[in-house]
Nanobody, 122 residues
């Protein structure tokens, strides 16, 4: 129901930082749960982080303390600030949106972005 476009991916060194952005269309962005998933070659798509309309946040254990999800409703944009990046963070990162946290967390959001590549060198 909403269109999502990611940006900000690229190549960074081990220990570096990167900020991903996801721009969403539509006037009801503020009512959606927004999140990020990632998928490395040969692996299943993995939940990374989510933020609810009330700004409550959720993170997978492997990124806690390193990644921060935030949203700017005025800009219809969600961000993923990634610090202390490791080679194992290398993956295609996907933005996701759904009205329900459970649907998004379970990997079945209403909308997916096209993905942006993040590569962390050793």
């Amino acid at each position: 129901q909403v269109q999502l476009v990611e940006s900000g991916g690229g190549l960074v060194q081990n220990g570096g930082s990167l900020r991903l952005s996801c721009a969403a269309s539509g006037r009801i962005f503020s009512n959606y749960v927004m999140g990020w998933f990632r998928q490395a070659p040969g692996k299943e798509r993995e939940f990374v982080a989510a933020i609810c309309s009330g700004d409550g946040t959720y993170y997978t254990d492997s990124v806690k303390g390193r990644f921060t999800i935030a949203r700017d409703n005025a800009k219809n944009t969600v961000y993923l600030q990634m610090n202390s990046l490791k080679p194992e963070d290398t993956a295609v990162y996907y933005c996701a949106a759904d009205r329900r946290l459970g649907q998004l967390y379970g990997g079945s959001p209403d909308s997916w972005g096209q993905g942006t590549q993040v590569t962390v060198s050793s």
